[in-house]
């Protein structure tokens, strides 16, 4: 095969994007993809929850996002942008409670892919399936496939081969070592929006919720859900913390905050008006079960007196050991730096080769924007060639 053309690796939601944006101004696009079907990690994303973006308003939006690069991407192509996109493909959306935005229950998330793959078939995008990416050069790229080795001419080449999480889903992040060995910066990769695992006292509590909980970390602080689990503790105020702890050393201590609404000064004046502690916990500070287990685990001095009481439900210490394994995690931190990208998210120093999507050195919280993130910087690559 000798043909010169715009090459895409990687079949995820920002590979998939930057190949309808340049099938939309005319191009011929061929998408490779290592696996025997597209975005594999999008289905998965959609098992617990589609979050395709969320409805917050576009500045506090981008604060989510910690490098400045990105977020000026997502604020070009933000969240209405994308609920809009997913509209021409037809599928509706609707905001859930916590913001998020979803697709409305009559489309399983099979449904939205095949919506916007069908759409990507009638723009005339080609995807080359079984096609593992091994390296390339200023000319051609090259695969493995099917036993063989093949090489294809590029015009233009897009790397979008995702970061290192659920390695099953054909992120596998072996990219790494390619584009290292090319002297390309790339920051390690990190589990971000991980859980935690913590001493093994809480594990008893494995299975058990606690919601509009407070957790924070010197000055950053999120109020949402966690959930006990076998190793420690889940939950999107922890990996909004992430960002924040995974610039420390390890053991170190989040703070859970069992009661946000009320001051420790007001806890103390409840718990010192009755002798029967668990009635006040229940009846009047209103805790779940599962707080009052959570607290049940302190010693029995610290749990009887009320001034300690009082400040372990505002402040009760969970000893953090260690992040969760890459593999497990919703997404990776690090990947190639922007420093080693131009303003088109251009390879410095690799003309018409470009890179989207999370293997680019980004981080977000859960919610949406992680795939916000991804479907920006594929429209971002798609319209930097296409205009070009
Ligand atoms: C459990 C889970 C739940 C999630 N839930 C949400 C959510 O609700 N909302 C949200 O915003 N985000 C969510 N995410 C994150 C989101 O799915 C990812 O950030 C997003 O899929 C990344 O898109 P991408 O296109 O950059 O890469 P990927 O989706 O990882 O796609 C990369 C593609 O490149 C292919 N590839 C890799 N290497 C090669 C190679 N050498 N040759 C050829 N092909 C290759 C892979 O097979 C893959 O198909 C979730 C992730 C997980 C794991």
Same mark, same amino acid.
């Given at each position: 095969m000798n043909e010169d053309q715009i090459i895409i690796i990687g079949a995820g939601p920002a590979g998939l994007m930057a190949a309808q944006i340049l099938a939309e101004k005319g191009l011929k696009v061929h998408v490779y993809e290592q696996n025997k079907a597209a975005a594999r990690k999008f289905l998965v994303a959609g098992n617990g929850g589609f979050n395709l973006t969320h409805s917050e308003e576009i500045e506090s939006f981008i604060?989510?996002?910690?490098?400045p690069e990105i977020q000026n991407i997502v604020r070009n192509f933000d969240n209405q942008k994308v609920i809009g996109w997913l509209s021409e493909l037809g599928i509706t959306t609707y905001v859930g409670s916590s913001g998020k935005i979803f697709p409305t %229950?009559?489309?399983?998330p099979i449904q939205v892919l095949k919506a916007w793959l069908t759409h990507l078939e009638s723009l005339g995008v080609t995807i080359h399936y079984e096609h593992r990416f091994e390296d390339f050069d200023e000319s051609f790229v090259y695969f493995k496939t099917t036993g063989q080795e093949i090489k294809v001419r590029y015009s233009k080449l897009i790397l979008a081969m995702g970061g290192g999480s659920w390695k099953k889903t054909g992120s596998d992040a072996k990219w790494i070592d390619i584009l290292r060995a090319k002297n390309i910066e790339i920051n390690p990769l990190q589990s971000a929006n991980s859980g935690y695992d913590t001493?093994?006292?809480?594990?008893?509590?494995?299975?058990q919720y606690l919601k509009n909980i407070k957790v924070s970390f010197g000055e950053h602080a999120k109020v949402g859900e966690i959930v006990f689990t076998n190793y420690g503790i889940e939950g999107s105020p922890l990996y909004y913390l992430n960002r924040f702890t995974r %610039?420390?050393?390890?053991p170190l201590t989040v703070y859970l905050d069992l009661k946000p609404g009320l001051s420790e000064t007001d806890i103390v004046a409840a718990l010192q008006a009755s002798h029967n502690k668990s009635s006040v916990l229940k009846k009047k500070l209103k805790l779940s079960e599962t707080a009052i287990n959570l607290l049940k685990t302190l010693d029995k001095e610290t749990y009887t007196n009320s001034e300690s009481l009082a400040h372990k439900i505002k402040y009760f210490p969970v000893e953090v050991r260690s992040l969760r394994p890459i593999d497990e995690v919703i997404s990776t931190s690090g990947g190639v730096r922007f420093s080693a990208l131009n303003s088109q998210l251009e390879l410095i120093g690799f003309p018409n080769v470009y890179c989207a999507g999370e293997m680019i050195d980004w981080e977000a919280p859960t919610g949406g924007y992680l795939l916000q993130a991804c479907f920006s910087t594929g429209f971002w690559v798609g319209n930097s060639i296409g205009n070009s």
């Open positions: 604060q989510k996002y910690d490098a %229950k009559n489309f399983k001493d093994s006292g809480l594990h008893q509590l494995a299975g %610039k420390h050393d390890l």
